[in-house]
Antibody
Framework: EVHLLVSGGGLVQPGGSLRLSCAAS????????MSWVRQGPGKGLEWVSG????????SYADSVKGRFTISRDNSKNTLYLQMNSLGDEDTAVYYC???????????????WGQGALVTVSS | QSVLTQPPSASGTPGQRVTISCSGS????????VKWYQQFPGTAPKLLIY???QRPSGVPDRFSGSKSGTSASLAISGLQSEDEADYYC???????????FGGGTKLTVL
């Protein structure tokens, strides 16, 4: 059974940094692209970033480009999201999501982590 | 402002058939497949439909998807109270080089 466990959320001051982790199990991690998707309070879903199965290809939403960095450690079956220069607009629940098939980035995710709340506030 | 456009709300009575629309453009739905996600409050989204009209294992056949041109629809037949949730459409956008979502539709079962 696929399981994705997100950790690292919390309260951070504006301008601060935070790193999210997503520990994966139940599938061959490096065979699948992964993404981070967030949801602000009372808002809809927003794709944040994606990474290919090998980790050699990454993509970012314009809203986080230059501030967030996605990475993965296939030896540890773990996905990361390093978030810097955080602002109020980054307050959201952050989900990691597994591509339904293949190592290329996609908008089709068949498994999701439970989400981690990131609150940016002074 | 979401790239894909959905109605903010929809409703129906038990047993009815309801449809939720999703409008896009030639850079996303017009050339890429559409997915639908179901989300209950406080929980992660769940993939409901992929490749326009394919259901993952375990999704009831009451849920169906279709696509025409730059628009797509999710249909739910035999509406049940447990279908009350938020529904999101998604696709890939070639201009943005990334996934895009609709703003979501809150389905109420009256």
């Amino acid at each position: 059974e696929v399981h994705l466990l997100v950790s690292g959320g919390g309260l951070v001051q504006p301008g601060g940094s935070l790193r999210l982790s997503c520990a994966a199990s139940g599938f061959t991690f490096n065979n699948y692209a992964m993404s981070w998707v967030r949801q602000g309070p009372g808002k809809g879903l927003e794709w944040v970033s994606g990474i290919s199965g090998s980790g050699d290809s990454t993509s970012y939403a314009d809203s986080v480009k230059g501030r967030f960095t996605i990475s993965r450690d296939n030896s540890k079956n773990t996905l990361y999201l390093q978030m810097n220069s955080l602002g109020d607009e980054d307050t959201a629940v952050y989900y990691c999501a597994k591509a339904r098939s293949g190592t290329k980035m996609t908008s089709s995710w068949d498994s999701w982590g439970q989400g981690a709340l990131v609150t940016v506030s002074s | 402002q979401s790239v894909l456009t959905q109605p903010p709300s929809a409703s129906g009575t038990p047993g009815q058939r309801v449809t939720i629309s999703c409008s896009g453009s030639t850079s996303n739905i017009g050339v890429k497949t559409v997915k639908w996600y179901q989300q209950f409050p406080g929980t992660a989204p769940k993939l409901l439909i992929y490749s326009n009209n394919q259901r993952p294992s375990g999704v009831p056949d009451r849920f169906s998807g279709s696509k025409s041109g730059t628009s797509a629809s999710l249909a739910i037949s035999g509406l049940q109270s447990e279908d009350e949730a938020d529904y999101y459409c998604a696709s890939w956008d070639d201009s943005l080089n990334g996934p895009v979502f609709g703003g979501g539709t809150k389905l109420t079962v009256l």
